[in-house]
């Protein structure tokens, strides 16, 4: 079983995802407790895609993230490094224009999309500033990112319990759903070691987004970023 070190070698990285491809939706869905459910549908919200409009996923595995923007009218393109997920992604949804990339050298043209956003994803790329900034010079003047991702409770108490949860609870609940349950160990200090809110907020503005604001979800468990190209 693959499991990929804190400081996330794409190689390491892309194969530990290439290997929980075929159960990661269930696990999720499972591990959070139906939480990503109502997570995904803040994100399609907060990215408010319109018909027509260009929205670049990335981060999307299997193409699960991307479905609420496809039934805006929107032109969805999941993005994911991980060909495991592609592949699966393709066999489950084969209308969706899946596309190899890795988020710190996208394989798309300055000023593309309307909307670039990424569910969960971050904190796995290796160069979080450089990530940031590719997005930039993909989206369009005026283009908005939305990112989505594990942050750090308000509440000092749960906060406290939240962790015991991730480090404790989480790999025994992962191997009893998950093909590749070591790969889940990693996510869970992945997220122990990510900035909190504040921090990502100032990592975005100087990276060149601008009216840069978050919103907590599940008391602070999940923040929804968001910012804005200047046009």
Request: with cysteine.
């Amino acid at each position: 079983m693959t499991r990929a070190s804190l400081d996330k070698q794409p190689h390491e990285v892309a194969s530990m995802f290439d290997d929980v491809a075929e159960r990661y939706d269930l696990t999720n869905d499972v591990l959070s407790l139906g939480q990503d459910r109502r997570w995904r549908k803040e994100v399609a919200k907060a990215v408010d895609a319109r018909p027509a409009q260009k929205v670049l996923d990335l981060a999307a595995g299997t193409g699960t993230s991307s479905l609420p923007f496809a039934q805006t009218g929107a032109y969805v393109v999941p993005c994911d490094f991980s060909q495991g997920m592609l592949q699966v992604g393709k066999q489950r949804r084969p209308w969706l224009p899946y596309t190899a990339g890795d988020a710190t050298r996208l394989p798309f043209k300055d000023d593309t999309f309307d909307a670039v956003t990424i569910s969960f994803g971050l904190r796995n790329v290796q160069d979080t500033d450089a990530a940031l900034r590719e997005m930039l010079r993909v989206a369009r003047p005026g283009g908005r990112i939305v990112i989505c991702e594990f942050s750090h409770p308000t509440w000092t108490p749960f906060r406290t319990v939240y962790t015991e949860y991730l480090m404790r609870a989480l790999p025994p609940v992962a191997r009893a759903v998950s093909s590749s349950p070591d790969a889940y160990v990693y996510l869970a200090e992945s997220i122990r070691a990510w900035p909190d809110q504040p921090a990502l907020a100032e990592r975005l503005g100087k990276a060149g987004w601008s009216r840069v604001a978050w919103r907590n979800l599940s008391g602070g468990i999940v923040a929804l970023h968001r910012g804005f190209k200047a046009s």
